[in-house]
Structure formats: C-alpha cells, structure tokens
C-alpha cells in the first residue's frame, strides 16, 4: 500500500501531484490522505504564483515602451499557470474515476490470463517512464535552445521571462503524456482482443468461452475510457486551447519578422519555432494516439463479423448480436470535455482556425502599416 510499491512512472506522476491516488502491488488503486494533503499543497502554492506574476511582469515588461508583444507573453504566461491550477485540481477531484480506471485495469488484466495472456503492467509501464523521459529530455533541448539565444541577445527580459514560463509549460506536456500513456495502454488490450478475435473463425464450445472474456474486456475498456474522459477532459481542452493561442500568436510573430529579414530576425525566427515546437507535438501526438486507438476499436468490429457460427444455436446468435450492440453502443472514443473528439478531425480544424485568425491578424497589421505610411506622406 506503500509509494514504493507504485513504479516510477506513477511516482513521478505523484511527485507532480497528477495522481494523488495510491497503487498496491497489483495495480489496484485506492485513495491516499497524504497525496490530497500534497495536492492540496501544491495547489496554494500554484495559487500564490498567480498573484505573484504581476509583481514579477516588472522584470520582463518594459513600462516605458508600450509593446504588444510582451503583453501578449504576460497573458501567455497568467493562462499557462492558470491552466496548471485547473491540471491539479481536476486531478484532485476527478481521482475516484482514476481509482476506477485503474481498477478495471485490474479486471482487464485478470481476465487477459484467462485467454492465456499475461500482460506486465509494471514492465510496460516501466518502459513508458523511459519514453516519456526521453520526450521531456526532446522538450529541455528545444527550450534551452531558447534560453542560449535570449543570453546571445542580451535579452535579460525574455530570458527570465522563459525560466517563468517555461516549469509550467514542462508541467502542461507532463499532463498531456500522463493522458497518452493510459490510453496506449487501452489500445494495447484492443490490439491484443483483436488478435485473438481474428484467431477465431468459428463458434463451438472452447471459442465461445474466450468470445464472453472478450466481450467483458470491450466493456472494461469502454469504461476505462470513460474515466478518461471525466479524469482530463477538463485540462485537455484548456491545454488545447494555450497551445492554439500560442502557435497562432507565435505564427503571426513569425510573420513580422519576415518582413524585416536582418540576422537578428532570423535568430528570432528560429526562437519562435523552437518556441512552437512542443505546442504542435503535444496536439499532433494526442491527435495520433487517440486515432489509432480508434482504428483498433474499428477493426474489433470487423473481426468479429467475419467469424462464423450455427443459425441454429439461438444461443450464439443472441450473444454475437448482444456483442454488436455493445460494440456500436459503448464506442471507446476520447473528447475534450465534450467539446471536441480528438483525433485527426481535430489536426484538420486547428490548422484551417489558425489560418482564419492569422490571415485577420495579418490584415489588421498591413492597415496598421499603410495607415502610418499615409500619415508620414501627409
């Protein structure tokens, strides 16, 4: 019942105070008083760099000089300690549905040995914290490289600037791997009922018993699903939506230095794209794992039309129709707290609104632009 009986993946995740829920050797979960003290914790404490930032602003905003830019960083930076408050809180309150997954994970697993499969959930999820490791580590790159040209610049501004950003920036991809990682975890069990489906070409007596496991381990997964969606729907969409703002703003940025293209502009370019980096990866692979799960969802479907079985055994005509129906009723699909689904419509739809918005955007700068060329020629 102890931390030392979690791995270090969840540890990590409990450090960050994203899973104040404790795991037993088996993986069941249970709830923790000290994790919702360490929440709760943590939470005054991101509350207290809320108010804080408006006495910081004076260190990287310049009073003298009105500049929209750094405006536009300062809002940046209040929403992603905000959306880091709702991260923490959403874990704290939502971690019922988590204890749930969790424990219907257990199910899962339990009922996986009883068609002669043995999933390590330890092992897997030891190999999911060097992954993730290696992404953190991908992020530290692209940000530090920031930080090494705000120094060349002699930007002192920015570059506390970016030290303030940049923990609560870390903290939002931490969320967003936390959210893959348990639904790769889903897709590995669909992947593996699909193989044992399409094993199966018809129903006598063996295959009908591996066929009712199969169709309980859908329904666990469908509601493992669930939990998901009512454990990070809140935090999703509010990631989602910072990481919008930020490549439509830091795309507009891009825009401008374009049009004044000198070394330092090219070194400014290339900040913003380092700068956009982890935002475009965090969509673009949420989108893609919550894909390809569905596809294995599809193809469970499919597999399961194509075995064959007696007409005359009403019996196994009722169960396949009950295992359609469940199949078409309980879809294991992912959303952003109802808002949204996630998968590739959603890459389509924010590449054709960041369009739309810098397309405005850049309007409004060019009339900016030749009324005061206008000006300057009356």
């Known amino acids: 019942m102890s931390i030392s009986c979690a791995d270090n993946l969840h540890r990590f995740y409990q ?9 037993c050797i088996n993986f069941k979960a249970n709830q923790s008083k000290k994790l919702r003290r360490y929440s709760i914790f943590l939470l005054w404490c991101l509350s207290t760099s809320i108010f804080s930032v408006f006495y910081e602003r004076d260190l990287f905003l310049n ?50 040995m009883k068609i002669n499969v043995k999933m390590n959930f330890q092992a897997e999820q030891s190999q999911n914290f060097i992954k993730i490791f290696i992404i953190l580590l991908l992020y530290s790159i692209f940000e530090s490289f920031c930080l ?23 903290f939002s991809c931490i969320r967003y791997l936390q959210l893959m990682n348990l639904i790769i975890i889903i897709k590995r069990r669909i992947d593996i009922v699909n193989e044992k489906l399409k094993q199966i070409t018809f129903i006598h007596q063996h295959s009908m018993e591996n066929l009712q496991h199969l169709r309980m381990i859908c329904y666990k997964l469908s509601i493992m699903s669930q939990m998901i969606n009512l454990s990070f729907g809140l935090s999703t969409l509010i990631n989602l939506a910072n990481d919008f703002i930020t490549i439509t703003l830091n795309s507009y940025f891009t825009f401008v230095a374009f ?7 090219i070194i400014k370019i290339i900040e913003i794209i380092f700068w ?13 794992v919550c894909q390809l799960t569905l596809l294995s969802t599809n193809r469970t479907a499919m597999f399961l039309h194509r075995i064959n079985f007696n007409l005359s055994k009403k019996q ?23 808002f949204f689904n996630i998968d590739f419509t959603l890459l389509f739809a924010i590449a054709a609104t960041v369009t739309t918005y810098l397309v405005i955007l850049i309007q409004f700068h060019l009339s900016e ?6 000006m300057t020629f009356t």
């Not at 809002?75 to 969790?102: D, G, K, P, W």
């Not at 196994?316 to 109802?338: D, E, P, R, T, V």
């Not at 632009?369 to 206008?374: H, R, S």
């Open 15 to 23: 450090i960050c105070g994203i899973l104040p829920i404790q795991l």
């Open 63 to 112: 009073s003298k000089k009105s500049n929209v830019g750094e405006t536009v960083d300062f809002i940046q930076l209040v929403l992603m300690r905000m959306s880091s408050i709702i991260i923490i809180s959403e874990a704290f309150l939502t971690r019922q549905h988590l204890i749930n997954y969790f424990n219907n994970l257990h199910d899962v697993d339990e009922l996986m």
């Open 148 to 170: 090494v040209t705000y120094k060349y610049r002699n930007r002192t501004d920015l570059l506390i600037y970016w030290i303030s950003y940049m923990p609560f920036l870390f």
């Open 369 to 374: 632009k030749y009324k005061g060329t206008e």
């Open 276 to 288: 956009s980096l982890p935002h475009c990866m965090n969509i673009i692979a949420l989108a893609t």
């Open 259 to 265: 049009q004044n293209l000198k070394f330092k502009s």
């Open 316 to 338: 196994h005509s009722i169960f396949m129709s009950h295992f359609n129906l469940q199949l078409l009723q309980q879809k294991i699909q992912f959303h952003a707290f109802g």
